[in-house]
Nanobody, 119 residues
Framework: QVQLVESGGGLVQAGGSLRLSCAAS????????LGWFRQAPGKEREFAAK????????YYADSVKGLFTISRDNAKNRVYLQMTSLIPEVTAVYYC????????????WGQGTQVTVSS
């Protein structure tokens, strides 16, 4: 069982940056693939980025490539999402997610953190 708690969201002006953090419980953190998803108002939740458990390789949705960077610190049981050059269109609730191994369903979700970018 893994519990995820996001932090770091808030209100930022366009062009600014934010770093989201997700703290995870559990002693086998390194065996989980971790991801960030987002849900904008009136839209479905969508994938933003993930980082594999085995290789630590990051993957990004095309819409965030070059703007977001996902990283993990297995010693601290944390995953991060660095967001730069923010635009109002990225306003959404951002969710941290986890799954065992590199494939399969995302079994664990955080409660979400709101990111609002003002123009």
């Amino acid at each position: 069982q893994v519990q995820l708690v996001e932090s770091g969201g808030g209100l930022v002006q366009a062009g600014g940056s934010l770093r989201l953090s997700c703290a995870a419980s559990g002693r086998t953190f390194s065996s989980y693939t971790l991801g960030w998803f987002r849900q904008a108002p009136g839209k479905e939740r969508e994938f933003a980025a993930k980082i594999d458990s085995s290789s630590g390789t990051p993957y990004y949705a095309d819409s965030v490539k070059g703007l977001f960077t996902i990283s993990r610190d297995n010693a601290k049981n944390r995953v991060y999402l660095q967001m730069t050059s923010l635009i109002p269109e990225v306003t959404a609730v951002y969710y941290c997610a986890a799954r065992r191994g590199d494939f399969g369903l995302w079994n664990y979700w955080g409660q979400g953190t709101q990111v609002t970018v003002s123009s």
